[in-house]
């Protein structure tokens, strides 16, 4: 399927689809180019790209997402994955806590308005 209608399917903006490919994310069995450099995406393209669009709004910056999506499992590369998921866990969680002090405070202000 060409990227526009991968675009449609997935909700993910062509020039975020291409830059993912520039970014060297897309491996090439959910992704192939032609002689002219178009791309030709296969129906798995559909939940991987979701799943790194998904990663990458969940904080994941790029040099650990391909870590994560290495197709190449070695105990190293998994303790790397693990390692990676669980510090972002925990800065989501720390953020979490700070918004939740942020929320009790307004919610101070709106009891008591003194």
């Known amino acids: 399927m060409r990227i526009g209608k991968l675009a449609q399917i997935t909700n993910i903006p062509i020039s975020t689809i ?7 994310l897309i491996p ?3 992704m192939q180019k032609s002689p002219n450099g178009q791309r030709d995406f ?3 393209a559909i939940p991987f790209l ?4 998904t990663l990458i709004h969940a904080g994941i910056q790029i040099d650990d997402l391909r870590n994560l999506i290495s197709e190449r499992l070695t105990p190293e590369t998994i ?3 693990v390692a990676v998921v669980r510090n972002r866990i925990a800065e989501i969680e720390r953020k979490q806590a700070e918004l939740e002090t942020y929320k009790e405070t307004l919610l101070g202000l709106l009891n008591n308005p003194e």
């Open 18 to 24: 291409r830059y993912y490919d520039y970014q060297k």
């Open 42 to 44: 296969t129906e798995a």
């Open 28 to 30: 090439q069995q959910y």
């Open 79 to 81: 303790e790397r994955q």
């Open 50 to 53: 979701k799943r790194i669009n």
